[in-house]
């Protein structure tokens, strides 16, 4: 969990720097999601859709798959939502779902208050470390909120990026 948290400090100069105009105030404490298998899954959600009620609450979500000689035939993929138009906040959009496969040394970042995911059926035993970032916009000011650019693309660093 700490090499989570320093590598999402490394990226935090990146993070103002980019279009998305982020700043990284804290990690949050970190989560190891367990499924059995057995079809088991986790809907469509947004982590932080509503805020958290703070000025520099959650902004990014970071996952760390654990499961060694995964088989893809056994589902258990963490599918976004990539916006194409528009955002989740409009009428209108649209976009397609990107699915990472959750083997081990798999990372991935995403926006915790903008991104739709969810865990599809697994149905062998899934492991995987969540953590989450707070932040505000590197231009802070006024209420602390601003529309973060949808022109955020899903990245997987290792293996394969399915799309559906």
Same mark, same amino acid.
């Given at each position: 969990?700490r090499a $989570?948290?320093?590598?999402?400090?490394?990226?935090d100069?990146f993070?103002?720097?980019?279009?998305?105009k982020?700043?990284?105030? @804290?990690r949050?404490?970190?989560?190891?999601?367990c499924y059995?298998g /057995?079809? +088991?899954?986790?809907? +469509?959600?947004?982590? /932080? +859709? !509503?805020? !958290?009620?703070?000025?520099d609450?959650r902004?990014?979500?970071?996952?760390?798959?654990?499961?060694?000689?995964w088989?893809?035939k /056994?589902g258990?993929?963490?599918?976004?939502f990539?916006?194409?138009?528009?955002?989740s906040?409009?009428a209108? %959009?649209?976009?397609? %779902?990107?699915?990472? %496969? =959750?083997?081990?040394?798999t990372? $991935?970042f995403?926006?915790a208050?903008?991104?739709?995911?969810?865990v599809?059926?697994?149905?062998? =035993?899934r492991h995987?470390?969540s953590s989450?970032?707070?932040?505000?916009?590197?231009d802070?000011?006024? !209420?602390?909120?601003?529309?973060? +650019? !949808?022109e955020?693309?899903?990245v @997987?660093?290792n293996g394969?990026?399915?799309?559906?």
């Amino acid at each position: 969990e700490r090499a $989570i948290g320093d590598v999402g400090y490394k990226l935090d100069k990146f993070l103002q720097r980019s279009s998305l105009k982020l700043r990284l105030t @804290e990690r949050c404490d970190g989560m190891l999601a367990c499924y059995p298998g /057995n079809g +088991a899954q986790y809907g +469509a959600h947004i982590d /932080n +859709a !509503d805020g !958290d009620g703070r000025v520099d609450g959650r902004v990014l979500t970071v996952l760390l798959y654990l499961n060694e000689q995964w088989d893809r035939k /056994n589902g258990g993929e963490v599918s976004l939502f990539e916006a194409e138009k528009g955002s989740s906040r409009s009428a209108g %959009w649209s976009g397609r %779902w990107v699915n990472v %496969w =959750p083997e081990a040394g798999t990372i $991935i970042f995403f926006l915790a208050d903008r991104i739709i995911h969810e865990v599809r059926p697994c149905f062998a =035993p899934r492991h995987a470390l969540s953590s989450w970032f707070c932040g505000q916009p590197s231009d802070f000011g006024g !209420d602390g909120r601003q529309e973060v +650019a !949808d022109e955020c693309s899903v990245v @997987e660093v290792n293996g394969d990026r399915q799309n559906t």
